[in-house]
Nanobody, 128 residues
Framework: QVQLVESGGGLVQAGGSPRLSCEAS????????MGWFRQAPGKEREFAAAISRNGGNTRYADSVKGRFTISRDNAKNTVYLQMNSLKLEDTAVYYC?????????????????????WGQGTQVTVSS
């Protein structure tokens, strides 16, 4: 069992560059592939970014590619989402998620049902 706690959200102006953090409990963080998802008001939860267990492989949704960067620090049990050039449509609750049991250090996962653990979410509101 792992617990995930996101932080770093809030009210940000368009064009801003906040960084979200997600800290995991436990001593097996490096065994989890990680992802960030987001859910805008009235919409389904959608994939934003994912990173492999060893950080060597990443993937992004087309809507954030080139603006967001996912990274992880296994020594700190933390995954990050650096968000640049924010747009109004980036307003959403952002969730981090952990996928256990990935046999490959390079595997990444983009579907929410593939993940086993979820944080409580952090709100990011982009203002004009």
């Amino acid at each position: 069992q792992v617990q995930l706690v996101e932080s770093g959200g809030g009210l940000v102006q368009a064009g801003g560059s906040p960084r979200l953090s997600c800290e995991a409990s436990g001593r097996t963080f490096s065994s989890y592939a990680m992802g960030w998802f987001r859910q805008a008001p009235g919409k389904e939860r959608e994939f934003a970014a994912a990173i492999s267990r060893n950080g060597g492989n990443t993937r992004y949704a087309d809507s954030v590619k080139g603006r967001f960067t996912i990274s992880r620090d296994n020594a700190k049990n933390t995954v990050y989402l650096q968000m640049n050039s924010l747009k109004l449509e980036d307003t959403a609750v952002y969730y981090c998620a952990a996928k256990k049991g990935s046999s490959s250090m390079f595997a990444i996962f983009t579907i929410s049902s593939q993940y086993d653990y979820w944080g409580q979410g952090t709100q990011v509101t982009v203002s004009s």
